[in-house]
Structures are given as structure tokens and as C-alpha cells.
């Protein structure tokens, strides 16, 4: 073991200690633990079905279907929602009168966190946050309250970037993968394309009209440069023309292979160790294999979210 790798096991396993003593709550950002499906009848507009209150107040709704947090009651105008409770799976139909009026027909659950306390997601927060991994930007393109344009329902659009995206010269592990692509702000609908620079051919590619992340098709990616396009709506563009593509990831520290935490943790904390090396160059690669786990685990989307967006989940666990 070289005296790089050893500096970088020994602040892995630190942080690992300091997961146990230091950090007393998760993030005061409270996290979606359950999504909004759909609306039914399905033509209808969304504040004229729901209303959401949170914390007292009325939450402004907006296109397309907003997140939930714990503890939102929802009242149901006429119709009825549909409503997909992570952690659980549960898709939930709420329909109008379920709570007799003046209560609310559905008031949301806690989160079913799997595998990792809320300590050891409060640390993954905090490595996750420094605010210089700004990723590839491009200037924002204003669309019209689209779902990547804006997450927060306020009046300030997202920039177009893909934040996973933040190192000189990204790395990827080669092999027949179908990769997982986010982003956040432009406006829909978006155009990836994977390219092979060494013979200028396109090798995988996906349309995506309404969500910020994509997965593109399996194909065999071997070993070489690659450049990854994102272009939306009004024709802007992000680019990474420099994704090199490797047979000799890093490998998952000893020290961690055999711990006794739950496969779901293990890999998180790899994931989170992984993007944290060479200045960020395998954060694209930790992203890829977080985005393999279930995808209706709370603590899987928030890790995802933290780069963009985690991956729709079209059915139930």
C-alpha cells in the first residue's frame, strides 16, 4: 500500500468513527420520502385536485408533480392522487373525502430508512456538500416551471449542469454497462448522446421529455475516450469531451470489504469514499453504482440527489 492510499484509508475510516461520535442529526434540509405519481383524472390541473400543507402552511404547486415530505397533510379537492412512499414501496390511491373534510385524507409517513442510521446519512451529507463541485455548467435556459428547471418551487431557475460531473478528466470503469446520466435546470425535452471520440461514433443515446436523469441503453464501453452531450430544448448544451474510460477502477479498501455493515451501506460508503479520490475523477463512476441499488431506498435517492436527480422508480418494490 502506498503512502497515498494509506492517507486515504486512514481519513475513510476516520470519517467512519466520526459517523458514531460526532454527528448528532441529519441534514435540516428535510428529504422527499415519498413522490406524487399522479393525479387522477390525469387532465386535470394539480392544485385543483391537492392541496399540501406543510408545517402549518400551504405549499404553492406547481407542474410537474412535487415531492413529499414527512408530515405533509394532504387534502383532496375532488378525484384522487396516486402517491409512491420510499423506503416502503407502497403506492398509496388517496381519494377525496378520506378525511371527511376539515382533516386531511393522508397525512405522510416517516421515512423507512434501509441499512444506514440517520447518522451515518448526516456524514454522507456533509461529504457530498462541497459547494466548489459545481460540475459542467452552462448558463441557465428559463423554461416554464418544467421539472429540471426548477426542484424548489421558487422563482429562481436552475443552472443547466451536471454536477457529477466536476473533475478535469472524468473516469469510468469500462464493461458492458447501461449508464446512468443527471442533471439539473434546462428545459425538456433533452438529447444525451455517448460518443466514442477515438472513431467519432455515437454508441448509446436516450430522449428524455419530462425528468433530469436518464439511462441510457446497455452497451459494451470499452476502454478510451468518450464525450457525454446533454442539449435541451432551447439548444444548450453541456459537454464532457474529455470521459476517460479505465479496466482498473479503484478497488473497495480491505478495511471496508470486511466490515459487517449491511450490503446497502457498504456500498454507499464505497460510493462516497470512491468519489472522493483524485480530486473528484471517480465521482461519475460512484454515481453509476449507487444508481444500480434500489431504487426506492431513501438513503439510494439521497445520495443520487445530491448530483441531480435519482432515477424514476416505475414500479413498486
Not at 146 to 170: D, G, H, Q
Request: glycine share 8%.
Amino acid at each position: 500500500m502506498t503512502k497515498s492510499r494509506r492517507l486515504v484509508t486512514s481519513t475513510f475510516l476516520t470519517g467512519l468513527l466520526l459517523v458514531c461520535v460526532w454527528v448528532p442529526r441529519a441534514s435540516a434540509n428535510p428529504a422527499a420520502v415519498a413522490y406524487l405519481k399522479a393525479i387522477i383524472p390525469k387532465d386535470a390541473k394539480i392544485g385543483d385536485v391537492l392541496r399540501v400543507v406543510r408545517g402549518g402552511k400551504d405549499q404553492s404547486l406547481a407542474e410537474p408533480l412535487p415531492d413529499l415530505q414527512a408530515g405533509d397533510r394532504l387534502f383532496v379537492k375532488h378525484g384522487a392522487v396516486r402517491i409512491l412512499i420510499l423506503g416502503t414501496g407502497q403506492v398509496k390511491t388517496i381519494a377525496q373525502g378520506d378525511g371527511g373534510g376539515s382533516q386531511p385524507d393522508f397525512i405522510v409517513p416517516e421515512a423507512v430508512s434501509q441499512g444506514l442510521t440517520g447518522k451515518a446519512l448526516a456524514f454522507i451529507k456533509a461529504l457530498m456538500s462541497d459547494p466548489d463541485r459545481s460540475g459542467t455548467v452552462v448558463p441557465v435556459t428559463r423554461g416554464s416551471g418544467e421539472f429540471c428547471y426548477n426542484l424548489t418551487l421558487s422563482n429562481e431557475p436552475k443552472p443547466f449542469a451536471i454536477p457529477v460531473l466536476f473533475a478535469e478528466r472524468p473516469a469510468l470503469s469500462a464493461g458492458k454497462r447501461a449508464l446512468f446520466v443527471s442533471w439539473t435546470g434546462g428545459r425538456p425535452p433533452f438529447d444525451i448522446e455517448l460518443v466514442d471520440r477515438v472513431r467519432n461514433k455515437k454508441i448509446a443515446g436516450a430522449n428524455v421529455k419530462q425528468e433530469c436523469s436518464a439511462r441510457l441503453p446497455v452497451v459494451d464501453i470499452a476502454p478510451g475516450r468518450y464525450r457525454l452531450s446533454i442539449t435541451d430544448a432551447n439548444g444548450s448544451v453541456l459537454l464532457e469531451d474529455d470521459l476517460t474510460v479505465s479496466t482498473l477502477p479503484p478497488a473497495m479498501p480491505r478495511e471496508l470489504a470486511k466490515s459487517s455493515f449491511p450490503e446497502e451501506a457498504r456500498q454507499i460508503y464505497f460510493a462516497t469514499w470512491l468519489a472522493s479520490l483524485e480530486s473528484g475523477r471517480w465521482a461519475f463512476e460512484a454515481e453509476q453504482r449507487v444508481s444500480q441499488l434500489d431504487c426506492h431506498s431513501v438513503v439510494v435517492r439521497e445520495w443520487l440527489d445530491r448530483w441531480g436527480s435519482a432515477p424514476a422508480c416505475d414500479t413498486p418494490k
